[in-house]
């Protein structure tokens, strides 16, 4: 997922160099990719944790982040769609 948004970004850039305007969606994708990096490693710890509660704990900030990030990773998608008009 973090190979999507930096294919994004790296898109968005294209169109910037021949002369569309990237505004908001670089910086989504970004964002996002922060997030799913935030998910994944939390996803690790919790399968290296031996402590039950932490386990719990950062399988929840895992799911929430996932989540999130999706849901940013689809708001992107919409600002490069039509606000764009790629």
């Given at each position: 997922?973090?190979?999507?948004?930096l294919t994004g970004i790296?898109?968005?850039h294209v169109s910037v160099v021949i002369g569309r305007r990237a505004g908001i969606a670089d910086?989504?994708?970004a964002i996002d990719s922060?997030?799913?990096?935030?998910a994944t490693l939390a996803s690790y710890f919790s399968?290296?944790?031996l402590d039950h509660r932490r386990l719990h704990?950062?399988?929840?900030?895992?799911?929430?982040?996932?989540i999130a990030a999706m849901l940013l990773l689809?708001?992107?998608?919409?600002?490069?769609t039509y606000a764009l008009g790629l």
């Open positions: 997922m973090v190979g999507v948004c790296g898109l968005l910086d989504l994708l922060l997030l799913f990096l935030v399968l290296r944790s704990a950062m399988e929840r900030v895992a799911d929430a982040t996932f689809t708001a992107a998608c919409f600002v490069i």
